[in-house]
């Protein structure tokens, strides 16, 4: 029995040993049968994902990096979550870096032997310059990537924190990892295809890593994106609504904060429930840590 044969991952799965025979509609009924375990997954895990996310704040509140690294969908995965922070969080380009094996052009066309060299995950670390005060997330559904392998142990030779998602237990890189997530979803709909539930458990996991880490350093008031860059036409109307939703007041007068603060959706929101000046509104939130909460707390106790 090969390697590969021994993973959960890769099993056949009995419950659509006949999907090649059915209907449409039941083919795809299989499918959403089968996706319903990804979340119940999911669920089993918050704990390990919980352990993760507190490195992953600590990692920020240094000035540190939160970096993904992967082959093929795991990869893809990881760059997509990480290109997503800076629009939605207002965090610098940088903050949170997605890698993939094979590089920029892995991302639109099939590199996978791009994934079979340890080395190349490790230098790929190296090139960006990885600290002991970095977390690299090493994304692999086999657990057993050599190139996600590779950049594990370098992290671990530089003392960074390390973190493996898989969807195999006692994997690999679980082994390696100070902190490992393994969400298990069993056998696919059509075997070893793991773009499909693992992806699935890969993406609501990264999502609950940077999601949950950008609510713990400040990045959300109540539940709104307070730190957003409105840079498009459809997120300056989020910004406006924001501002209206959590003040109270009308369109036009959000549209005017907005302008006197540089589209700054939480200063914005400072300056009109205080009545502060704009300077004055940045050095209260800059004292809350950036926490807008408590600087509006702060100021109206």
Known sequence: MS???RLISEGRNPRTMDIDVLPTVDVLRKINDEDRAVPVAVEKVVPDIAAAVDRIVLAFQK?????????????RLGVLDASECPPTFGVPEGMVVGLIAGGPDALVRSTEGAEDDPEMGARALQEIGLTSDDVVVGIAVSGRTPYVIGG?????????????????????????????ISPVVGPEVLTGSTRLKSGTAQKLVLNMLTTASMIRIGKSYQNLMVDLNPSNKKLVARAIRIVMQTTGCSAQQAKQVLGQTGNDVKLAILVTITGMGVEEARAALGNAGGFLRKAISE???
């Open 3 to 5: 390697e590969l044969d």
């Open 63 to 75: 000035g540190a990096r939160l970096i993904y690294m992967g082959a093929g969908t795991s990869g």
């Open 152 to 180: 594990l142990n370098y992290a671990r030779q530089v003392g960074a924190t390390t973190v493996a998602l898989s969807c195999n237990p006692a994997s690999t890189i679980a082994g390696i990892a100070d902190i490992a």
């Open 299 to 301: 100021r109206t106790a």
